[in-house]
């Protein structure tokens, strides 16, 4: 067989969600799996990238500003999610 190429590390979340609105949060650890979830059902919203622990980034299309919004008002709402910045 063939070579595919150049072997490449993966893809940095930063490269992955460029051109994409994007924010960072903070869940309990704990909820991880549970926010993932409701990420994975909310049809093509957003991604999500687990940083470490409960430390998330959020990437949507450009197209879907105010679902993302949305998602972000319930995800604060329900498990408490912390934009980073405004931890500062």
């Excluded at 150049?6 to 924010?23: H, K, N, T, Y």
């Excluded at 998330?56 to 105010?66: I, K, S, V, Y």
């Amino acid at each position: 067989m063939g070579q595919l190429g150049p072997a490449r590390g993966p893809l940095s979340i930063a490269d992955a969600s460029a051109g994409m609105l994007v924010q960072h949060v903070v869940v309990d650890p704990a909820d991880v799996v549970f926010v993932k979830g409701i990420v994975e059902a909310s049809d093509g919203v957003a991604l999500l990238f687990a940083d470490r622990g409960g430390e998330l980034t959020l990437a949507a299309p450009l197209g879907r500003g105010d679902e993302f919004a949305e998602l972000l008002l319930d995800l604060e709402r329900d498990v408490g999610a912390k934009r980073r910045d405004a931890l500062r």
